[in-house]
């Protein structure tokens, strides 16, 4: 794996005194497991992972997230139908939409919802952190 630059959100973790808690859903078991080991690189996260819409609402629920990736297309529960009711739980919280095959209506929906921005996959793993720092810093 190549080697990234932490030092920034490293600095922002330390000056907050604690990890930033990070919510991964994907109904993709290896893109949850690759942005989670990635995350796990460096002690300026504790991350979450779930597998669904409704273990993202329940979580969101139970704990407070500095950050949420969300993918867009799962079954059962949509991503706009979760980040509906993580919006409706926890207005403030930052969402990042993760996607591969979502319309753009179905994008623009999500802005309009509280997406704070969009990534497409295949995410490299560069535009991931760097996504995720700047979100944390603001």
Same mark, same amino acid.
Request: some cysteine.
């Given at each position: 794996m190549a080697s990234y630059d932490f030092s920034l959100i490293?600095? +922002?973790a330390q000056k907050r005194g604690e990890p930033f808690k990070v919510l991964i859903v994907d109904d993709? /078991?290896?893109?949850r497991?690759?942005? %989670?080991?990635?995350? /796990? +690189?460096t002690d300026a996260f504790k991350v979450d992972l779930v597998q669904s819409g409704q273990e993202a609402v329940e979580k969101v629920k139970a704990n407070s997230y500095d950050l949420i990736t969300l993918d867009l297309i799962m079954p059962e529960m949509s %991503?706009?139908?979760? *980040? $509906?009711e993580i919006k409706r739980i926890s207005p403030r919280v930052p969402v990042m939409v993760v996607t591969g095959n979502a $319309?753009?209506? +179905?994008?623009?929906?999500?802005?309009? *919802?509280g997406a704070c921005r969009v990534l497409y996959k295949p995410v490299? *793993?560069?535009?991931?952190v760097e996504s995720l720092t700047s979100t944390l810093e603001h």
């Open positions: 490293n600095h +922002l993709e /078991k290896w893109i497991d690759v942005f %989670g080991d990635f995350c /796990k +690189l %991503g706009i139908e979760v *980040l $509906t $319309t753009d209506k +179905l994008v623009k929906e999500a802005g309009v *919802l490299m *793993l560069d535009d991931f």
